[in-house]
């Protein structure tokens, strides 16, 4: 079984607990931090991503751990009829509610709180779903999972990008000197959170990647299900259907 990581070691206090108050607490410099982090490049990741689910020219669909929204406000070139960003942190979804109304969308866009293993919504309910770097933080990946299928249409489309290890061992290298060492000095430095961007490593370092994950989403009961990596492997678009 893989090791769990959690935020702040805690072993008084599940994962989930932890995940929601790290990311109430770095939620102001999140969009900033990775941006920067990424080099901007993140965007594009989620166009890519945006770009497979539009195949199906989704009415409805979900945004899994939407954090403040950038995957969900993305989806939206698609003009679908309603986008739902689910997400257990109210302190990241307050940042995406505020760039909702400022782009003038928020009857489109609507944030709910709301846990991705233990969804409230119906089977079959939407058309598509993205997860944009929140699969890792599932306290119980396999429930978080099984339950996207569920709330997914027979047909739909699911796209989940994650941060990934790049396969090249050189490039391993000197992407993991960048982002064992930099990521999370650079983090401490802008967020209030010391722990935050040093669970980020970490927590990647045991998340299960590319066919190793391939074929827990199969074993789901997901189809078609594929990988691709991005930016030489430091990220990584996962695509299945219903
Ligand atoms: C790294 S952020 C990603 C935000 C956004 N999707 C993006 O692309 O930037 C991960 C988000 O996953 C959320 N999250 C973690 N576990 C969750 C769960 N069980 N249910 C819902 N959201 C969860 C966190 O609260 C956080 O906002």
Redesign the pocket.
């Known amino acids: 079984m893989a090791k769990i990581v959690t935020p702040y070691n805690d072993e008084t206090r599940g994962k989930?607990e932890q995940?929601?108050e790290?990311?109430d607490n770095i939620?102001r410099r999140?969009?900033f931090l990775?941006h920067l982090l990424s080099l901007g490049i993140?965007i594009s990741w989620?166009k890519k991503a945006v770009k497979y689910i539009g195949g199906i020219n989704p009415r409805k669909v979900l945004?899994?751990?939407?954090?403040?929204?950038?995957?969900a406000l993305e989806a939206l070139v698609l003009k679908p009829d309603k986008v739902t960003g689910?997400?257990?942190?109210e302190g990241?979804?307050k940042y995406g509610r505020e760039k909702a109304k400022a782009m003038h969308v928020e009857n489109v866009v609507e944030f709910v709180k709301?846990?991705?293993?233990k969804m409230e919504f119906t089977d079959n309910s939407f058309d598509a779903i993205?997860?944009?770097?929140?699969v890792?933080?599932?306290?119980n990946l396999e429930a978080?999972l099984r339950e996207m299928l569920r709330v997914l249409k027979p047909g739909g489309r699911v796209a989940i990008?994650e941060a990934s290890q790049p396969p090249n061992t050189i490039i391993r290298f000197v992407f993991g000197l960048y982002f064992n060492y930099i990521v999370p000095a650079v983090g401490r430095l802008f967020s209030k959170d010391v722990r935050a961007y040093t669970y980020l490593p970490e927590s990647v370092s045991v998340f299960p990647s590319g066919f190793e994950f391939i074929k827990i989403l199969e074993n789901i009961g997901f189809r078609n299900v594929e990988w691709k990596p991005l930016t030489l492997g430091a990220c990584a678009l996962y695509t299945m259907e219903k």
């Open positions: 989930k995940v929601e790290m990311f939620a999140y969009d990775n993140d989620r945004d899994i751990a939407t954090g403040t929204g950038d995957f689910l997400d257990i942190s990241m979804m709301g846990d991705s293993e993205t997860v944009g770097f929140g890792r933080n599932f306290e978080g990008l």
